[in-house]
C-alpha cells in the first residue's frame, strides 16, 4: 500500500475524529490542553483532537428532588419533608469553571435551607403555606447560585410526613371544629324557627278564624296517618267565638 494514500486515510480519520455537533438546547465549552478557549454555540463544530477537548452543559429548565429531611418545627414536631427545585444555566462558563458539580452543590444547598425554613415555624404555617416556604427556600439557594452562573426558577415542597398520634390528634382536632360549627348552626336554626313561630303566634291570636282554621289543618296532619282516631268532648261550636271581646264586655 502506498503512504499516500496510508496519510489521506490517516487525515480523515483525523478530520472526522473532530467533528461535533453541538444540540440547539446544549452550549459546548472548548478546552485546549486544559485551558478554557471559548464556548461552543449550538451546530456543526470541529476541535482538534488530542489537543482540544469539550465539556457540554444542558441550559435548559432542569429539576432537581430534595431527597426527604426530618425536621423539628418550631413547635417541636417531628416531621419529613421533601421539595423539588427548578433551575437554568445562565452561563455555562461559570457553572462549570467556578463549581465542581452544580448538581449536587444545589441539592446540597437546598436540604439546608429546607432544614433552616421550616425549622423556624410552627407546623401549621408549613402545612398551610406552603408556597412562601418554597420562595423563602428559592431566596437561600439563588443566593449562592447567583455566582454560578445559575438562576433558581422555583422551589416547591411536595409531601409532609407526620408522625401517626400527630395525623390522628389532626383529625380529632378537625372533627371537633365540624361538631361546634354543626351546634352553632343547629342554635341559629333554633333561635329563628322560634322568632318565625313567635310571629306566626301573634298573628293567629288577632283572629279566631285562623285559630281555626289552623286546628283543621292539624287535625287533617293527623287524620292523613289513618291510624288515630279523634275524640272531642264537646262539639266544637260551643267554644267562645271571641274570647278578648266578652273579657272586654265583662269590665
Known amino acids: 500500500m502506498a503512504p499516500p494514500f496510508i496519510l489521506s486515510i490517516m487525515l480523515i480519520l483525523f478530520l472526522l475524529a473532530g467533528i461535533r455537533v453541538v444540540f440547539e438546547y446544549k452550549r459546548a465549552l472548548k478546552f485546549r490542553f486544559g485551558k478554557y478557549v471559548k464556548t461552543l454555540q449550538p451546530g456543526f463544530r470541529w476541535i482538534i483532537p488530542i489537543v482540544e477537548s469539550i465539556q457540554v452543559v ?13 425536621v423539628m418545627t418550631e413547635d417541636n414536631v417531628p416531621c419529613s419533608i421533601d421539595g423539588v427545585v427548578f433551575f437554568k444555566i445562565n452561563d455555562p462558563e461559570k457553572a462549570v469553571l467556578e463549581v465542581e458539580e452544580y448538581r449536587f452543590a444545589i441539592t446540597q444547598l437546598a436540604q439546608a435551607a429546607l432544614r433552616d425554613v421550616c425549622g423556624k415555624v410552627e407546623l401549621d ?11 423563602n427556600i428559592k431566596a437561600i439557594v439563588e443566593l449562592e447560585t447567583k455566582e454560578w452562573g445559575i438562576e433558581i426558577i422555583d422551589v ?23 361538631s361546634r360549627r354543626a351546634r352553632i348552626i343547629l342554635a341559629l336554626a333554633e333561635e329563628q324557627a322560634a322568632g318565625k313561630l313567635l310571629e306566626a303566634g301573634k298573628l293567629i291570636d288577632q283572629s279566631p278564624s ?6 283543621y289543618q292539624t287535625l287533617s296532619n293527623i287524620a292523613a296517618e289513618k291510624n288515630s282516631t279523634i275524640l272531642f268532648p264537646f262539639p266544637e261550636e260551643v267554644l267562645p267565638r271571641n274570647p278578648v271581646k266578652k273579657t272586654k264586655n265583662k269590665k
Request: proline share 2%; no cysteine.
Open 210 to 215: 285562623a285559630i281555626k282554621l289552623r286546628l
Open 58 to 70: 444542558d441550559i435548559r429548565v432542569i429539576t432537581i428532588n430534595i431527597v426527604s429531611q426530618e
Open 125 to 135: 404555617t408549613i402545612l398551610s403555606k406552603r408556597e412562601e416556604m418554597g420562595k
Open 156 to 178: 416547591k415542597i411536595k409531601d409532609i410526613q407526620l408522625p401517626e398520634n400527630m395525623k390522628r390528634m389532626m383529625a380529632n382536632q378537625a372533627e371537633a371544629e365540624r
